[in-house]
Nanobody, 119 residues
Framework: QVQLVESGGGLGQPGGSLRLSCAAS????????MGWYRQAPGKQRELVAA???????NYADSVKGRFTISRDNAKNTVYLQMNSLKPEDTAVYYC?????????????WGQGTQVTVSS
């Protein structure tokens, strides 16, 4: 079994920072692209940022220059550093990962962590 466990959400101030972490565990052979998505109330889930196993990144236009995605392959962990937070960043943030677990390759999702940006 493979699990993704997120941490680091909570309340952030406008202009402030938060850092999310997502650790993958279980029978993992390879992890390919890892990413962060978010879903605000009444809206569809959207891609925030993604990073390949080689370190190539892409970001949603709304977070470029403010958020940074990174990963530690030795720890099977992906991070999202969120700076210059805005109220519109409020959402449930989900990590996902494209994982080959020695038998199959599929996308796994974390349980989600709430991020609220408010003064």
């Amino acid at each position: 079994q493979v699990q993704l466990v997120e941490s680091g959400g909570g309340l952030g101030q406008p202009g402030g920072s938060l850092r999310l972490s997502c650790a993958a565990s279980g029978s993992i052979f390879s992890i390919y692209t890892m990413g962060w998505y978010r879903q605000a109330p009444g809206k569809q889930r959207e891609l925030v940022a993604a990073i390949t196993s080689g370190g190539s990144t892409n970001y949603a236009d709304s977070v470029k220059g403010r958020f940074t995605i990174s990963r530690d392959n030795a720890k099977n962990t992906v991070y999202l550093q969120m700076n210059s937070l805005k109220p519109e960043d409020t959402a449930v943030y989900y990590c996902n990962a494209d994982i080959f677990n020695t038998a199959t390759r599929r996308i796994y999702w974390g349980q989600g962590t709430q991020v609220t940006v408010s003064s």
